[in-house]
């Protein structure tokens, strides 16, 4: 498949919604990626399955706090410098980029590099989603070091980064994320193509290609994207999807610390007998509870979108009075492993709750 400028504005927001709130505002690296494709032609979206198993993929995106994108703008090169210094420090040339999280602009920096550099982006990533830190790849989580990796800001100034293991190497990162003004870009995690296939998420990109599409075609309908989503979902290697609440915003709670913004967003009932929704938040939305039940979290994705509208909402988007619609989807298998909910699971964010199944909820 050949990405073109016109895919931008549905991959950005299918890629707002997957972020589950996290993952930085799209709308600019749309912009930026619209004009880089415009400028050095359409991308290649290839399925991780036409892979060549001695290819070397590199892994791109951005870190930092999401709140800060909206104020902090990037110039638009940061990921190809990142890449660049990379290769140099590694001796090897990337033949294919992949995004480390499907979700918010992530999946557009992917893009912004590979139209530059003329090589493939695969269709696949390493979360099936946003989540805040490096270790919680799928990559990672499989046995993949992320380093060597280098961070850069937008005036070029760059680190590299090596560390025993992916976690620690998080740590370090985010330190330097914070004296780089709070947010940076970085290539890590250089694979094989053989490695890259075992350790992905298949489809994910296309998937949040075709959410962006649904978005679209729902015109202003929460309910009918809902209906199409769970078509979408069941042909991806997505779960179950739900509608969990259509309500109002009567509350948000936010701060930024450590890099991250943590928050708590609660959501009035404006259909069903029930109370307010709480929704925890770490860049992303991790836990929703409702009457003392968990209605979904973590790993599976909770998404959510303004109801006379269906524009997906990030966190930092979230005010009071709202109208928005609550939404869950089932996370990938490779995301369900007890080796994954170690790092993944509500716990692992130190939410006193075992991770349950979407489905197996009420």
Request: glycine residues 10%.
């Amino acid at each position: 498949m050949k990405i073109s400028p016109d895919d931008m504005d549905d991959i950005a927001t299918g890629s707002s919604f997957l972020a589950t709130g996290g993952g930085g505002d799209p709308y600019v690296g749309a912009l930026i990626a619209r004009r880089m494709l415009a400028a050095y032609g359409d991308v290649e979206l290839l399925a991780l399955d036409e892979l060549h198993d001695e290819a070397i993929v590199v892994a791109v995106g951005g870190i930092g706090a999401p709140t800060i994108s909206l104020e902090k703008l990037p110039n638009g090169r940061e990921q190809e410098w990142a890449l660049e210094r990379l290769e140099a420090c590694a001796g090897k040339k990337a033949d294919a980029l992949i995004a480390f999280e499907v979700g918010g602009i992530n999946s557009l920096l992917t893009f912004m590099a590979a139209a530059r550099r003329r090589i493939p982006v695969l269709d696949g990533d390493g979360m099936g989603r946003a989540l805040p830190e490096m270790q919680m790849t799928t990559f990672s989580i499989n046995g993949v070091n992320g380093t060597p990796m280098v961070v850069v800001d937008e005036h070029g100034n760059n680190a590299i980064v090596t560390a025993n293991d992916t976690a620690k190497a998080e740590r370090i990162t985010r330190n330097i994320a914070l004296a780089m003004g709070g947010q940076c870009t970085s290539a890590e995690s250089m694979m094989t193509g053989a490695l890259v296939k075992k350790v992905s998420i298949p489809g994910s990109i296309g998937f949040c290609l075709e959410i962006g599409r649904s978005l679209k075609r729902s015109n202003i309908d929460a309910d009918s994207f809902v209906e199409d989503l769970r078509g979408l979902a069941d042909a991806s290697v997505y779960g179950a999807v739900r509608r969990l609440l259509r309500g109002k915003v009567v509350d948000v709670e936010r701060k930024t610390r450590g890099g991250f913004d943590f928050a708590t967003i609660v959501v009035e009932d404006l259909e069903g007998d029930g109370g307010p929704m709480r929704i925890s938040v770490q860049n992303e939305f991790l836990l929703a509870t409702q009457d003392g039940a968990v209605r979904a979290s973590v790993p599976d994705l909770i998404c959510m979108v303004d109801s006379e509208t269906t524009v997906p909402i990030t966190s930092d988007r979230v005010s009071y009075g709202q109208r928005v619609t609550v939404m869950a989807v089932g996370a990938p298998d490779i995301c369900r492993t007890a080796k994954a909910l170690s790092r993944i699971g509500p716990r692992a964010f130190g939410f006193d709750v075992d991770f349950v199944p979407l489905e197996n909820l009420s």
